[in-house]
C-alpha cells in the first residue's frame, strides 16, 4: 500500500507547531494593540458639535477660568455644563449676530437645552467622580490633555482601565500645586521650590496604593 | 376489538396534545427571544438617567428634572433674608432710587435704601482669599483685575462695566454688590445658578479689599463693618447653598 503522506511532511508537521506558536503570539499581540487603538478607544476623536465652539479660544486666548462654565467641578461628580444662560452672558452683546452662534440663541429663546456630543465617556459600570480628583491636586490636563491649546475637543488618552489604573497605583507624579490645576499648559518642570512643598505635603495625605486600586474604588 | 381502537384513538389524542405542546413552547421561545433581543443593554450603557443624559420620557429631552416649583429642600429655607438677599429685613421693593447714566450707557444707581450696610457673616482672611478666587473665575472677565472694568471681555467688545473704584461704589453698601450677583444689573446676567451664596459674599469682600487696594487713603472710610455676631455657614465648605450643583439641575 502506498503512503498517503510523503516522507517530507513530517518536517512540514514539526514546522507546524512552531508556525502555529509564531501566529498565535502574532495574534494575541496585535489583539493587545488593535484593544488599545484610537479606532477602538475613540482616542483623539474629534467630534462634530452643534456649535463650533473652542477652547483654545475662551480658555486660551481669552483667559476664561474653566470653573466659570464647568462650575461643579470642585463640589460634584460631574464637572457640570454651562447652562445657554452662561453662554448669554457674554453673546448677549458679543457675536450677538454671528450665524455659528444661532443655534445657542436658539436654545436661549426656546428654552431648549444645546444636546453637545459627549467627547469622554466612561462606560456606566465606572464610577468617576470630579471633585475628589480635583481636591486632591489631580489637574484638568492630567486626564483632559491642553484643554487650553485645542480648538475643538478631542479624547486625549485611551479611558481605558489599565490607563486609569496606572495613575491609582502611583499618583503622585499627577499631584500639582493647587494654583496650576486649571492651567492646563502647566509645564511641570517649572515648579518652585514653594510649589514643590506643597505638592509633597498634598502626596503624603494621599489614600494607600491598596486602597486606591480597590476594585469598589471604581466599581460601586 | 372496540377497547384497541379505543386506546389506538387515545394514544394519538395524546400525541397531538404533545406536538401542540411542543409547537406552543417553541412559539413562546421565538415571543420571548424577540424580546430579550430587543431589550438588549450592554453593561456599559446602562438604562438609567445619569446627569445631562438625554430622556425619551420627559417632553424637553432632559433626564436632569428641575425641582417643582415652591418646594424647599430641606434646611435651604432661606429664612436669613439679609444673608440670602443682601437686603434689609424691612426692605421695600417699590422703592425708588435715583440713578444716573454713565458714557457706556449703564444705568448707575446712585442710591442705596433696601441694601444691607453690614457683612450678614464673619469677615476673615479665609473669606476673602476664597473671594480673590472666585473673584478672578467670575468676574474678572468683565470687571478686570482691579476692578476698572477692563477685563478681556470688555476688550472683545462688551459693554464696560462702571469700576469699583468711584465714591459711588466704595459708598454703596454690600448688601448692592450681594444684589448684583444674584439678580444681576444692566447688562450683566445672574450669576446665583453660578455662585453659591457663601461664595457671593466672598467676592463682596474682595471686592472691598480691591477697592481699598486703589485708594489705601480712604481705608477708614469704607463701610467695611463687621460685628461677629451672625453665626452663618462658613464660605468654602457651603455645598448647601449649590442648587445648581445637585443632579445637574439649573
Partial sequence: MAQIFHRGANNIAKASIAVAIVLAGVAGYAYTQIARSSYLTNQ?????????????HHTGDDGIDCRYCHTSVETAASAGMPSTQTCM?????????????EPVRASFRDNKPIEWERVHDLPEYAYFNHSIHIAKGVGCASCHGDIANMPSVYQENTLQMEWCLACHRDPA????????????????????????????????????????TSCSICHR | MLKSKLRLQVKSKKEKVKNKARFFGFAFF??????????R??????PRYKV??????FADGRASRDLPSGTVPRGQLREDKALYTGKKENADPNVQV???????????IASFPNAIEEFPLPVTKELVDRGEERYKVFCIVCHGPVGNGDGMIVRRGFTKPPTFNDDRLRNAPVGHFYDVITNGQGRMNSYA???PVADRWAIVSYIRALQISQNPSSVTALPMTNNNTNTAPKPAASPTTTPATQGGAR
Avoid at chain 1, 194 to 199: K, L, S
Fill in chain 2, 98 to 108: 435715583a440713578t444716573t447714566t454713565d458714557a457706556s450707557g449703564n444705568t448707575l
Fill in chain 2, 41 to 46: 443593554y450592554d453593561m456599559q450603557d446602562q
Fill in chain 1, 89 to 101: 452672558n457674554c453673546h448677549s452683546q458679543i457675536w450677538s449676530d454671528s450665524p455659528y452662534l
Fill in chain 2, 30 to 39: 421565538l415571543f420571548t427571544f424577540a424580546f430579550t433581543t430587543a431589550c
Fill in chain 2, 52 to 57: 445631562y443624559k438625554k430622556s425619551d420620557f
Fill in chain 1, 173 to 212: 507624579p499627577n499631584i500639582r500645586p493647587k494654583s496650576e490645576i486649571y492651567n492646563t499648559s502647566w509645564d511641570k518642570n517649572e515648579i518652585t521650590p514653594a510649589q514643590q512643598t506643597e505638592v509633597d505635603a498634598k502626596i503624603k495625605t494621599l489614600r494607600s496604593k491598596e486602597l486606591l
Fill in chain 2, 193 to 195: 445658578s453660578m455662585i
Fill in chain 1, 44 to 56: 483623539y476623536l474629534e467630534r462634530q458639535q452643534p456649535v463650533q465652539f473652542s477652547h483654545k
